[in-house]
């Protein structure tokens, strides 16, 4: 499978250039049945990356402009009736996907907001009683603008809890948006210009790959340590949650699988401290609530220097 993760990276790097912590993070959220949260500014390749992994991965993509108006059977799908059999039908909703993109989730209320709770931990939707599963794998990207905030709705902590991993792509470096400027002149930008080069299958294979990654005592130590240090630290109000305990070991897992694949320097099949502090700031930033000013990675990061590493 090797080759497989290879030709994964190399087939999204077409796309998006520059970014090859932001593609690691994807595919580590990815692989470990995790979901992803983006936040940046408009415009750096969020959406691009999202259409990418769709379609390098052979799997149905659908999108949602989240805005204030939309309803959660907008998300979930409903029953409609139908004339011509004197019965009710299911129309399913793009939750019925592989990869979802729900593009400024923050604009849509509480109430629709809640209807993506069920499908991220439980991969079904539940209308009007019944519930239905979704395709597997099914993977959300959501995004979230962090400088805008007029007409938005702050997702709330049982929401931001669905989500393995938060980052952002950031602003390209000078090289890169010349590169990209280029690319775009020979038409070679965009996730149209991409083949698949794994199945669904093959996805799933990878994500059982990674949940049997060995994790010794030890690091499952040092991930207890730093979920508990976030609950005792001083500026934090809310700590992580045990579900940022099992989600910063199943990323680490994932992460360790990607590097032994990726890095042929790389000889330990299993997880090492590294890996668990690599991720630590992405996995568990937006799990916590800070009582000052200062950034909840930054608070992450404290905590991470005043700890010791096994």
């Not at 497989?4 to 690691?24: E, R, T």
């Not at 032994?260 to 609530?289: C, G, M, N, T």
């Amino acid at each position: 499978m090797s080759n497989k993760v290879q030709q994964l990276v190399n087939n999204l790097s077409k796309a998006i250039v520059g970014k090859d912590v932001a593609i690691l993070l994807v595919l580590v959220a990815l692989f470990a049945g995790g979901h992803a949260l983006l936040e940046d500014v408009p415009g750096v390749g969020k959406t691009l990356l999202a259409k990418s992994l769709a379609a390098s991965i052979a799997g149905k993509f659908q999108r949602i402009q989240c805005t204030p108006d939309l309803l959660p059977t907008d998300i979930t799908g409903t029953n409609v009736w139908n004339p011509q059999t004197g019965q009710f039908q299911f129309l399913p909703g793009p939750v019925f996907t592989n990869i979802l993109l729900a593009d400024e989730i923050n604009r849509a209320t509480p109430r629709t907001q809640s209807a993506l709770l069920e499908v991220m931990e439980e991969v079904q939707v539940t209308v009007d009683g019944v519930s239905r599963s979704v395709p597997t794998p099914f993977f959300t990207i959501a995004t979230q603008n962090p400088v805008e905030y007029q007409g938005t709705f702050p997702l709330p902590e049982a929401q931001l809890d669905r989500f393995a991993l938060s980052f952002s792509l950031g602003y390209p470096q000078p090289d890169e948006e010349l590169q990209m400027l280029k690319r775009s002149q020979m038409g070679e930008i965009g996730s149209r210009q991409l083949d698949p080069c794994i199945t669904l299958e093959e996805v799933l294979a990878l994500r059982q790959q990674c949940a049997e990654v060995p994790v010794n005592d030890q690091s499952n130590q040092y991930i207890v340590d730093i979920v508990r240090a976030t609950r005792e630290h001083p500026d934090i109000v809310l700590g992580a949650s045990p579900r940022g305990t099992v989600a910063l070991q199943k990323t680490a897992q994932s992460l360790a699988f990607l590097r032994l694949q990726l890095d042929p320097e790389r000889k330990s099949d299993y997880v090492l401290p590294d890996d668990i502090k690599f991720l630590a700031p992405y996995v568990l930033s937006h799990r916590i609530i800070t009582a000052s000013r200062r950034k909840a990675q930054s608070v992450i990061q404290n905590i991470l220097q005043n700890l010791p590493v096994p």
